[in-house]
């Protein structure tokens, strides 16, 4: 199946902000409407999967990990009907919106864009691609994150503001989906800093399990 490597052709990351009300309440923020989502992109260039590394961007002195599930489209679609919006999804994966903080912080503060600070090099590590027929219920999936072998995230996607179709939907009336998209669904309550040395593993219940190890881009690495 061509979306076992999803990575090596997707055109583009959609990613839903603010939809975990326990999220949104430890960032401190005003709750968005519920018909609404926060929207952003990442570039493709910023997928990274196992066996390679997290790498924090230089200048950046705070980053946050993210554990969500992801969407994988499985055919092009734009306009697309909740009712039908299921159909457009190939499978699902794990993955981890990392975030420079302290830019994405300025940027609100000025009211400038997060596109630095959501969408640097390696800011989208990925597990590996799940189809859907192995997913039973895709509104009762824990998501979880470890740092150095500490629980940090331990949430579940029943507790999503706004659910799978409702997103892919709305996402459509703005963006084309197409094969090998990813759609990041928002991330629970837990997010924290990691640093240089750390090891983070994140996962979906006992379906899917990733590690990546932090590195800052100012030390060098042997990793090619």
Not at 51 to 69: A, D, R, T, W
Not at 85 to 111: C, E, F, H, N, P
Not at 113 to 126: E, L, M, Q
């Amino acid at each position: 199946m061509r979306l076992v490597k999803f990575v090596e052709f997707s055109r583009k990351i959609v990613a839903v902000g603010r939809n975990y009300a326990a999220h949104v309440k430890e960032m401190k923020v005003k709750s968005e409407s519920a018909s609404k989502p926060v929207i952003f992109l990442k570039p493709a260039t910023s997928y990274v999967t196992e066996g390679q590394q997290i790498k924090i961007p230089k200048g950046c002195s705070e980053l946050h990990h993210e554990v969500e599930l992801g969407v994988i489209i499985g055919r092009k679609g734009s306009e697309i009907d909740e009712k039908e919006a299921m159909d457009y999804i190939g499978g699902y994966t794990v993955a981890l919106d990392m975030t420079a903080r302290d830019w994405q912080t300025q940027a609100k503060s000025s009211g400038n864009p997060w596109d630095i600070a959501k969408g640097f090099d390696t800011s989208c590590p990925v597990g590996q691609f799940i189809p859907k027929e192995q997913v039973q219920d895709v509104n009762n999936l824990r998501l979880w994150c470890k740092v150095n072998g500490q629980i940090r995230q331990d949430g579940n996607t029943k507790d999503m503001i706004l659910q799978i179709p409702s997103i892919i939907s709305f996402v459509s009336n703005y963006f084309t989906l197409e094969a090998g998209d990813l759609i990041l669904t928002g991330t629970p309550a837990g997010v924290g800093a990691v640093k240089h040395g750390d090891k983070i593993e994140a996962g979906i219940g006992d379906i899917v399990k990733i590690q990546f190890d932090v590195v800052s881009k100012e030390v060098k690495s042997d990793t090619k």
